[in-house]
């Protein structure tokens, strides 16, 4: 590693260990990885980096977020908030801005939770054409479709061992028309991450509108001890209220389409 890199983030882990303590955890001393859990209020993220050798001078540390509460939308702007700052500090440490801008997001959210329906996005406004992407990612498992008075759910799983792999399966989905336009995309995922401490698990999940959908989703991988695995559940509604029955459907789509990917744990 380039000596410069490496007293630059030997200096940054020394001063984000003093600033925030035992928030500040050691994940793996040999890889250079680390995680610090930053809470305003009752919201937390966790921040995962690694400082890879082209760190700080060439490449930004490598990142995961983990935020169950969070929807899909404010996660996309806050990825968006952190490449920007690192762009505009090419070659100098950037953690202790990610965890600030980090926590100034958590306040901008709990300031406007009483206008939550109103809510712009953090940053800027995503106009990307995902359609036109040539999106690299783990192979997709569609799984059968289940109709109940008009509604159709369909589970699709992969395969994940980062949350670029989830991001790059959740981007490809959405370049399937009728499933960008589904009345929801609900997902959970679990991957298992290694370090000189032991094992532990990142996971998260997304209502999309379906209230406590991704919440069931990501309590089933529970229960069956899913590791890195991704499953969305896409749902066309049809008019008529299922109630609880549309949780039966969602778990049953979920399990089922991880089953057929040959990811389910025996």
């Known amino acids: 590693m380039d000596t410069d890199n490496l007293t630059k983030q ?27 859990k930053i809470k305003e209020n ?19 540390p490598k990142y995961e977020l983990s935020a169950p509460w969070m929807d899909r939308k404010a996660k996309e702007d806050l990825h968006y908030c952190l490449n920007e700052i690192y762009l505009e500090n090419v070659g100098e440490t950037v953690i202790f801005q990610w965890v600030e801008k980090i926590r100034e997001v958590l306040q901008m ?18 106009t990307i054409d995902l359609s036109q992407l040539d999106i690299k990612c783990p192979d997709i498992t569609h799984g059968e479709v289940i109709i109940d008075r008009k509604s159709s759910f369909q589970g699709h799983a992969a395969e994940v061992h980062s949350i ?12 399937n028309k009728k499933i960008l336009n589904a009345t929801h ?25 379906e209230t406590h959908a991704g919440g069931r989703m990501l ?20 008019g008529i209220q299922l109630g609880p029955d549309r949780f039966r459907h969602i778990n049953n789509a979920t399990r089922q389409v ?9």
């Open 42 to 60: 009752k919201n937390e993220v966790i921040l995962y980096v690694t400082m890879g050798e082209g760190y700080p001078s060439k490449n930004p």
């Open 109 to 126: 959210i709990k300031a406007r939770e009483p206008a939550k329906k109103e809510q712009k996005n953090l940053c800027i406004e995503n």
């Open 219 to 238: 309590h089933l991988l529970q229960i069956l001890d899913q590791k890195n695995t991704l499953v969305v559940v896409s749902r066309w509604y049809g």
């Open 185 to 209: 995309n609900m997902y959970a995922y679990r991957i298992e991450r290694k370090t000189d401490k032991g094992t532990t698990m990142i996971q998260d999940c997304d209502d999309d509108g």
């Open 258 to 266: 991880i089953q057929q990917a040959g990811l389910l744990k025996k």
């Open 10 to 36: 030997i200096e940054e882990v020394e001063a984000l260990s003093s600033i925030y303590g035992k928030d500040w955890m050691i994940d793996s001393e040999e890889s250079r990885s680390y995680s610090i």
């Open 164 to 175: 670029d792999d989830v991001n790059a399966v959740l981007a490809k989905l959405k370049q």
